[in-house]
């Protein structure tokens, strides 16, 4: 531990008792809408923990970082994430203006043991990862797609692959066009379509329509989410689900009605929220996917920039470690069962 990290100190603090906590945070580079109140809320509300900060300050208590997360139980495990996979939440971690996140370790270690957080895991790309053995971390990544957005339309276009817009162009010749939503109704066939496109991979998705309303009803009031619907007359061929801040957009899920593709529809789709959001000044899309795969190869026509964002992990007991990756193990295993009883149920294929 060095002198400077010695003399800083946390404490875990429920996030309610911070005053206009996104203005608190606005001026943070590290700052995105998954930090923010709202998206803190969908979280608490959706997997039943309690939004929590750890605030690190010097002795002094001159703040040096802010670290937002959920705590959530499994059994008697009390965990703190910020966040953990299978949150639909790519990036958050500590929020500071230092250039590396390690200083603030001991004293967020300290904090934790502490409030009896027995397993905590983070994502920063500040940390460096060849000093991961030392400090006890491991880490596994997790890949997005960023574009770059721009006011100015025709330099967007010329930015993406030729194949893209042709496809974009086929799109609109056999008649498909996009809108924004103008209430939660797309979300039901949205989610159809994305159970279908689980189902040809034999298993099922890890979220239920449910978080998907829920999403809605917390950060489309606050002009935080949008749903884009393409369409070929009345008939939904693909929808998205989009948040965003004041600085980036993240596609959340979205989808098309295999039926409809080789009309185009996704293409058209992700074009069409480039437009929308490069018009409102954010600086990037994000398409989460991993690099390679089937989705991965489809979503660089758009000449994205792939990030590779590391998830940190430490246990306050190697046999939380275990348990972990049994946890994990367990999932994948009920996901299939889920498929399995779902193809003998009446009515399904």
């Avoid at 608190?24 to 929590?52: C, M, N, T, V």
């Avoid at 997790?142 to 100015?152: F, G, K, N, Q």
Wanted: with cysteine; aromatic share 12%.
């Amino acid at each position: 531990m060095t002198r400077a990290s010695s003399d800083l100190q946390g404490e875990l603090i429920p996030l309610e008792q911070f005053q206009d906590w996104d203005r608190h945070i606005a001026a943070y580079p590290q700052k995105r809408i998954f930090h923010e109140s709202a998206w803190l809320k969908f979280l608490a509300l959706d997997h039943r923990g309690e939004a929590k900060v750890l605030r690190v300050t010097t002795r002094s208590g001159e703040e040096r970082a802010l670290w937002p997360g959920l705590v959530v139980r499994k059994g008697p495990v009390r965990i703190f994430g910020s966040p953990l996979r299978g949150w639909g939440t790519p990036v958050m971690g500590p929020l500071f203006h230092d250039a590396d996140a390690s200083a603030l370790l001991p004293s967020a270690e300290a904090a934790f043991a502490r409030a009896r957080i027995h397993h905590w895991e983070f994502v920063s790309d500040a940390l460096p990862r060849q000093g991961s053995e030392i400090s006890g971390y491991r880490y596994e990544t997790s890949d997005t797609h960023r574009i770059a957005l721009h006011t100015d339309e025709s330099k967007m276009w010329a930015s993406v692959q030729q194949r893209c817009r042709t496809a974009v162009r086929k799109a609109a010749k056999n008649g498909l066009s996009c809108h924004l939503a103008q209430d939660a109704k797309f979300l039901e066939p949205m989610f159809g379509f994305v159970q279908a496109i689980f189902a040809r991979k034999k298993t099922t998705v890890s979220y239920d329509l449910g978080r998907l309303q829920r999403l809605w009803e917390i950060m489309h009031p606050l002009g935080k989410a949008i749903g884009l619907e393409v369409r070929l007359g009345d008939q939904l061929a693909a929808a998205g689900l989009f948040i965003f801040d004041d600085r980036q957009a993240f596609a959340w899920s979205e989808a098309s009605n295999a039926a409809f593709n080789p009309l185009g529809p996704n293409n058209l789709l992700y074009w069409e929220a480039m437009r929308h959001f490069g018009v409102r000044g954010n600086s990037y899309l994000h398409l989460p996917g991993a690099a390679g795969s089937p989705i991965g190869k489809f979503k660089a026509s758009f000449n994205p920039e792939v990030l590779s964002y590391p998830f940190w992990i430490r246990d306050s007991h190697r046999l939380l470690r275990w348990g972990r990756r049994a946890y994990q193990e367990l999932y994948l295993l009920q996901a299939k069962l889920r498929y399995l009883r779902s193809r003998r149920e009446p009515g399904k294929s």
